[in-house]
């Protein structure tokens, strides 16, 4: 390593602890150096498994006691002092690229490999022989991402420790679990809390999401017990689900399991920010679906009430677009309703999420052709790097769904109605079809989607 | 990759799956082929989740039915087509060093591991997906250890693969389990079936090693149920124990285990050959030390009684050196017993191993003196890379334990006399003086043995 | 049987089932015939255990459907057409007390139990055979419980179906389970839902009796799963509690279990009404205070915080005699409050339980003297049958506790000023004294309380 | 009680007491008094459950250390000093009798039952507060049930141990279990010990009992846990199994149970002596039928292959009617093979049991027509009290299934040969007939058979 650019970092270091200590009112110059001693002691694994134990614990106190700004140092010391050698990587590399195309080229390989470990990897995974130290991992992984936006000298330390989450958090040590209305209380208000998608109100509003026509799945890892990585609310019914108010009314009687032929995914919610990148969402709708067919044999449609959380966020951006799409039957309807051209204060509002037009039936009756055109242009052509613009449909598209169906006043939440103007859409698992969606999707983009919907965006 | 390569590795490969595939009844090419097409689509991971299993199922069915020239060649396959690019490395490696010394380094070192990356460990993890998945992964690196020797091409390929299991089986995920006559008779029979040391005779032996004066624990893994990774056996005394055939008559009464205050470790044995160089030994006996301590509060002494395997096969090599540490006295009470100087045929043989003059006291008593001293000198002098030749002196020594005393006439079973003359050693650990052992050993070969032991190697 | 009897019994069964019926719209005659059938093919047993459980099934299903006047009959004809045969009775009795004092005896004995065998009881276990079957006779016996009332001629089979619980709930049987925050939630529920002494408000204030101060523990049967029988919930402290609001407030912190030397038992819930005489209470406790003691070694004092649910019931038709206790300070201080004798009408709605007073700082201080004494008088002199008036008090002091302090304004909820003024009592248990006060209060009734409540009640 | 009776009985407690005593080396007179002492107070139950529970411990201590001698007086004290009141049964009896016929019929025979509760059963039922309590007193039964065809005076004591004893074991608490090699080896070391049809040479034996083409159930108490009480060993295959030996044969290969129609119970082992007449034997062969259906769904035969415990016995009491249904072409294959008429003594070693004959094939020949007549006639025709004499076949022709066929040399080990000439019969549980056949049997002791056997008994 260049010795400036460590004392350049030490220096920064330094500075912000100082800044941390103050706050905290620890003296300075002490944390920090006891903080760099115990890395070092930590890379250097003196002392066997004992002290290894004892370290480990004495360094994750260390490390939750911070503040961000003394965290962000810590994660730095260990970002930029335990990188690996560059001499030494220069070395290796360059008897790997003379070694190339003769037999020696796969033990030269080897060495490169040797070159290029850390011990970034050996300080983090230490870790996980205290209690409760994956999860720490976890939760200093979503620190990490915090900080790497404005700081990418982070990247390789996050990169490192990606991958070693990808092993850790690879799909075949997930256990599914079905939760239930037996499972534990502590589980439950997990459930509760990490619901990212329809907010769960009462226990009586998850009792609901969890009767007789309702299914609960979440993936676990067996050093992350009664800690849900992922789950997903399924509804059994009769046709495909129009309206999520509908879904969550408690007061509904519940339908009939055994007779249903539809499991709508209503809700899918991740909750580790600290395992960005580490896929299972597929893989767990995969499992489910293995699983509701064997308890439901009468089951024939696997589909999801989605939400489209950034239709509004770029209906703002794309307003003229949008505007521009609408036909001489809309502008009648609206004008009826009370906007009265593409310069209406009113449209500006509605385009931009302000719910008040959904009390207003005649309104909301004129709205529904324009925004529906606005939302399936949306879905089929908004993209970024050749994916869906939006995160859901990305997800789902990836994992070889299409566009079934998209829903007027799907939901009348305020949220609904702010994010996406209340549309909901059903995005259909047809087992026939994945495979082939999946590959034209990676290959081409290619976006599979129902006749009605692909008319409304051609509009 | 040199085109050249992957035509000669090819060829080969085709020349040896036919070989295999003859045996087996079965079209060369047309198999080769598939393996070749099975692979690289896994490689590109097309398709999503489904057909991953499915295709990692058919894959691993292919693998185990091949035989062992199938498999060698199989793995070629891997190793050698599905590695990184060379050119891609050079040119990452290239702006690395060019960013060294810059805040650009860090994301250049980034680059570079992607670079690096090799679909191999992607098509291997795909094993994970499947039930039994990582025991199949565990057993293909036996396989890749034992071509290893003969094939060095196949090093990368074990080193990707190493680092996935190193991750995998990570001490953080192992499981500490009692094994106790209430145990899974499938269990117990692996445990007879695994037992490395002292073999398990019957099933009444091992109903006598899961007493109540006994203990046995095994770590597990999550993923490898009923499947222990390593297990040791306790015995809880009054002292040291200096005989092992004591220690394991069915016949002899049971110890009162609450007034113990010592804990033999008689037996440790690995069961994975896949899985060397992945140690957790010694975290197996610091957990198992911690679980009797809250057991047993009056346990004072942690102790093993161990074999010496390489011993006689050291002596044979140095047998010369040996005789010449034998003092006046030893050659007096030699001669009396039948040898009769340095070129005594007889005392060839007992240093050979031979074990006739077990059976003869006079002669036993004889040869107690000198053996020990050349057992001393082997335990404590004899190394490799500075480290102690035998294994098992490896093993404790490296966790921090001393050698306490040398037991005489320890073990008489025929594989004891042929091996260690029958000789054992008390390996000590001693909470006060671990970390510094470690540490000792460790930096600078130092070994840490009792007063008696010490002078006997210096005679 | 006299035919007369039965023939009475009979037209009066069918009369209530015909009301049943015409209620539930169904022919009566029909329905009567059915039960009877289903009766006697019970009885019989015929046809093996297929048979047996089917029919019980049947029968399960056909009570359950009946209304209150459906189910008296039922139980009527099984109560009445089941029974023992008088004659036979007759015979084997007449043998017995002919043998008696020969060795004949104890044969004859062993007759005459086979003669008063009744059928009864094999159509009632048959129940036990269906899934829930438990539960389904132990509801049955609540019924049964509510119909004795006004029906004193199902006696004999309350007293059969009595025995035959005593010996499925031994105590012997029940499994003692901690219940907390990781226990089902469709366990939890049910804890609401049972608790019958202070009314659990929310999901919030369940975690609060669960926090780590406390403790709640349940006693469960096999084979009624998830049905607590009994439950107890305990605070950890530093001193007897004196205030149940304050064991309750959810805002207020969590005490220091480790540090605690009282436990306060500050309810006791008893479930199920069918297992009214099969006592466990005193069980539950013993085994609670052993577990309790093994997890806090500090523990010295076990104590309730217990309702007092009789005393303002009973103070409604003593009010006399509890006014003539009243002595010259009691009505100097009644007077400057308000009231102004004997007669005053405010004094009479407090003693009738009206609960304005305790909204009057100073009201509430004129009575707290005047009123503790009745309560003391209440607890300690009240009696039926030689036992406390007061159902808690007897529970209680029947286990060997003692009365140890009554606390004034230690319920302000509307419930505890309604049933007991707002006193509350603690019953301490004191280890050296349980087996002498169990004695002493079994053989002369003798309540033992401190001296403070036993001068209370002097006065 | 009579004076008189007691004294006696008291004397000749301390005199066997004393004996025991003697032999156990502790003074007579005051280990009768202390047990006398110990059983009035369990009679009490003074003192609250703390204790019953030690007090129930040192008392079944005390049992345990008796020898036979005195463990019988210890019974004969419960039995005779803790019976019911004579007179206060006459008194209560009496106003049951006037009662009958009016409606207080009900309570005054509720009184009667009151007045015969002896307390006995409560002196018994505190064991069952103590850990291994139930399994003590099923012991306890073991001991009483041996002593009773001595000491009728007993009787009275075993009936109530024995509707005590039903009450806890009824097959509603009864759980089922499948046995396999994944169960703890001490349940297998059980299984092994208590296989009483059988015997179980080596863990190698019984793990092929439990192999893919094998079942293995037993039936458990919870309080009971890795106690079975009966266990059932079934094979799964191809056709009616005829030959025991083939069935066991560690060295076959595993037939393919998925492709199985034939269920062969070929063993069942009652392990609790004292519960006897507590039976749950036909619901253990339901529950396994219902288990092995919803496994197996090709399964069509539920059959037995069972021995003939009591032929040879019943034989020798019978050779003289046995000879006599010899026929003209029996004889003649007799003469040839050795046998020269009804007074052959080598005949008479065959009927008996000597199983000479076994190893000549020629004279195995000759008998097996004229010793299977014997064995149908045994089967069809042996009876006592309407039921067949022998056990095996009363208990599956209890259950309702039919005698199916006769195996010849079915059973060559020493034990078949001698109990049964070797011949085994398969007893097949047809669902279509189970019902008619319970019924037929309990009422006319008709016995269903298949017409080849039929046509042999009447031979």
Same mark, same amino acid.
């Given at each position: ?124 995974? $230490?870790?996980?022989? *205290?209690?409760?130290? %994956?999860?720490? +991992?976890? #939760? &200093? ?6 900080? /790497? @936006? ?75 017990? $009664?800690?849900?990585? *992922?789950?997903?609310? %399924?509804?059994? +019914?009769? #046709? &495909? ?6 879904? /969550? @009314? ?210």
């Amino acid at each position: 390593m260049a010795p400036g650019l460590v004392s350049r970092s030490l220096s920064k270091v330094r500075e912000i602890v100082a800044g941390a200590a103050a706050r905290n009112g620890e003296p300075t110059e002490k944390q920090l150096d006891r903080i760099r001693r115990q890395l070092h002691e930590c890379a250097e694994s003196r002392g066997g498994e004992v002290s290894t134990r004892i370290r480990a614990a004495r360094l994750a106190d260390t490390y939750l006691k911070l503040d961000d700004a003394g965290r962000h140092a810590f994660l730095r010391i260990i970002a930029l002092e335990f990188g690996p050698e560059p001499k030494r990587i220069a070395k290796a590399h360059e008897a790997y690229q003379a070694a190339v195309g003769t037999p020696k080229q796969w033990d030269a390989e080897a060495q490169l490999r040797a070159a290029m470990r850390s011990s970034r990897i050996r300080i983090l995974t $230490q870790f996980n022989a *205290i209690p409760q130290g %994956v999860k720490f +991992l976890v #939760d &200093l992984r979503a620190d990490l991402l915090r900080f /790497l @936006d404005d700081d990418k000298e982070l990247k390789s330390l996050d990169r490192e420790l990606d991958a070693r989450l990808t092993a850790w958090f690879d799909v075949g040590f997930l256990e599914l679990t079905r939760v239930t209305w037996n499972s534990p209380a502590a589980l439950l208000e997990k459930i509760v809390q990490y619901e990212a998608v329809h907010e769960i109100r009462s226990w009586k509003d998850l009792k609901n999401r969890l009767g007789s026509d309702r299914r609960c799945y979440a993936f676990f890892h067996p050093r992350m017990p $009664q800690e849900p990585l *992922i789950f997903v609310e %399924v509804a059994l +019914l009769d #046709d &495909l689900a129009d309206n999520v108010q509908k879904l /969550l @009314d408690e007061n509904a009687p519940a339908a009939d399991a055994e007779r249903a032929d539809t499991a709508i995914f209503y809700s899918i919610s991740a909750t580790q920010d600290g395992l960005r990148g580490v896929s299972f969402g597929n893989f767990l709708l995969k499992r489910v679906v293995d699983d509701l067919q064997r308890d439901f044999p009468r089951l024939k449609t696997f589909a999801t009430l989605s939400p489209i959380p950034g239709l509004v966020k770029w209906a703002a951006k794309n307003s003229k677009d949008i505007v521009a799409t609408f036909g001489e039957e809309d502008w009648k309807r609206l004008a009826a309703a009370g906007i009265d051209g593409p310069e209406s204060p009113l449209l500006a509002r509605v385009l931009a999420g302000d719910p008040e037009w959904a009390g207003n039936p005649a309104l909301a009756r004129a709205l529904r052709d324009p925004l529906l055109k606005a939302t399936a242009a949306y879905l089929l052509e908004a993209k970024r790097d050749k994916l869906p613009l939006d995160p859901v449909a990305r997800f789902h598209l990836g994992n070889g769904a299409r566009v079934e169906r998209l829903n007027w006043l799907a939901d009348t939440s305020a949220k609904g109605l702010g994010q996406s103007w209340g549309v909901m859409v059903n995005y259909l698992y047809d087992p026939d079809r994945i495979v082939d969606n999946v590959e034209s999707f990676v290959d081409t983009g290619r976006i599979d989607a129902a006749a009605g919907v692909r008319r409304l965006a051609r509009r």
